[in-house]
């Protein structure tokens, strides 16, 4: 069986015709974003572009891109945050759904998390969402960007701060981004130093542990398994079964689960070996 929704922000797509007694349902996110580029003004090679696209941001030299420039520029962005997405999450079914039959055996598969990114030029496709994106001149070493902002050196692992232990810690910052275009805050958003409807962008919404800090959705690249929210969200609206709220309905792992048999769900095992019977 196969089954989709196309959504506002991205569209979703299940396939249970690959299940088989070691192999899981596929869900697969598809996004799809159109770059524009932002090219100093009058056709100048040269010019300034301020930080967050706001008149009151930091002026930030600028130059011209090149259609070599863009093309690579494009291509990095797209190979790399779908490769940091796609097939890190299995999302364990504790639903009788999409059971299926083996040689007189009956399976419950889990679903394994996958993620498409098309990339390509504003306005040639259906785009779910539209960045704008600067070049910096080679003296430039920071731009304040954001979710539909980007600037020419976020496919880069820069820094974004120091561990408790005066330690950098490195991001790609298009990865954060595309979090943020799955719908994912902030690490820290809803605690009581980044409540939701503050300021989100606030230092302290980045983590303030180093764990937080360390998360892609703080200032660094770990994963964390709260970041499959949005495959649990799209299974539940798939499936119509499960609450958010609910830790163990399409519960989150970072590692593969194999379809399980009745007796193993009735014993609540995880099966992360296979063969396992």
């Given at each position: ?225 709260s970041q499959a929210n949005p495959w649990r969200k799209a299974i539940m609206q798939l499936s119509g079964k499960g609450s958010e709220s609910v830790a163990t309905d399409w519960g989150a792992k970072l590692v593969r689960h194999y379809p399980r048999l009745p007796e193993e769900v009735a014993a609540n095992l995880a099966i992360t070996r296979w063969p396992h019977r």
């Open positions: 069986m196969k089954t989709g929704l196309c959504l506002r922000t991205y569209n979703i797509d299940l396939d249970t015709d690959v299940c088989n007694p070691h192999n899981n349902a596929d869900l697969t996110i598809t996004l799809r974003v159109g770059f524009r580029q932002i090219n100093p003004a009058g056709a100048a090679a040269e010019g300034t572009y301020n930080d967050y696209g706001k008149a009151t941001g930091t002026a930030r030299k600028t130059i011209k891109w090149t259609p070599p420039a863009w093309a690579l520029w494009k291509t990095n962005f797209v190979i790399s945050a779908q490769n940091y997405w796609h097939g890190k999450f299995w999302l364990v079914n504790n639903f009788p759904v999409y059971e299926f039959e083996r040689a007189g055996k009956k399976y419950r598969p889990n679903i394994w998390c996958r993620f498409k990114l098309i990339g390509e030029d504003a306005g040639i496709g259906p785009d779910d969402h539209v960045i704008d994106v600067v070049r910096l001149h080679r003296s430039e070493t920071w731009f304040g960007s954001h979710s539909t902002l980007y600037d020419s050196l976020d496919t880069k692992m820069v820094q974004k701060g120091t561990d408790s232990a005066g330690k950098a810690i490195m991001q790609r910052a298009h990865v954060h981004e595309i979090g943020h275009l799955l719908g994912m805050a902030h690490v820290d958003v809803g605690k009581a130093h980044c409540p939701p409807g503050s300021d989100t962008n606030a230092a302290a919404c980045y983590g303030v542990t180093d764990t937080d800090s360390n998360s892609v959705m703080g200032q660094g690249m770990q994963l964390r398994a």
